[in-house]
């Protein structure tokens, strides 16, 4: 075999990998689908990695590289939004829990005071006896 044979082979197992790496396992193409193998498709190539791997045509017709530009960002919005979202929770849970402490003692404080003035009561009940 030819040294360039042996590179373009070498360069689209690379590309494959890659593909396989970063891509999405998607609906799988005609020859993923007869092969019964996972169809893992990447925004910067055209055909999945099994038929990059095979040198075949790919049908796959997936989202363009602008749409996963578009689902690329729509990703990243929902992560900072979730990561927000998250924050304002881990902050609602702190302020509960410290107004949780706080009815907490001021149970404490009026159950003391209860039982003081009981304990009045029943002492001037005792000194007029």
Do not use: F
């Amino acid at each position: 075999m030819s040294s360039s044979k042996q590179v373009k082979i070498q360069q689209r197992l690379r590309l494959s990998e890659r593909i396989n790496h970063e891509g999405v396992e998607m609906p799988a193409c005609s020859h993923c689908s007869r092969r019964g193998t996972k169809c893992v498709v990447s925004g910067d190539s055209r055909r999945c990695s099994e038929c990059v791997t095979r040198n075949a045509r790919c049908d796959y017709a997936g989202p363009s590289v602008q749409d996963w530009v578009k689902l690329q960002r729509e990703e990243d919005r929902l992560v900072a939004a979730g990561a927000v979202a998250e924050e304002q929770a881990m902050a609602a849970h702190r302020l509960a829990d410290e107004a949780h402490r706080s009815i907490v003692q001021a149970h404490r404080s009026a159950n003391e005071a209860i039982s003081r003035m009981r304990r009045i009561r029943l002492q001037q009940k005792l000194l007029k006896e």
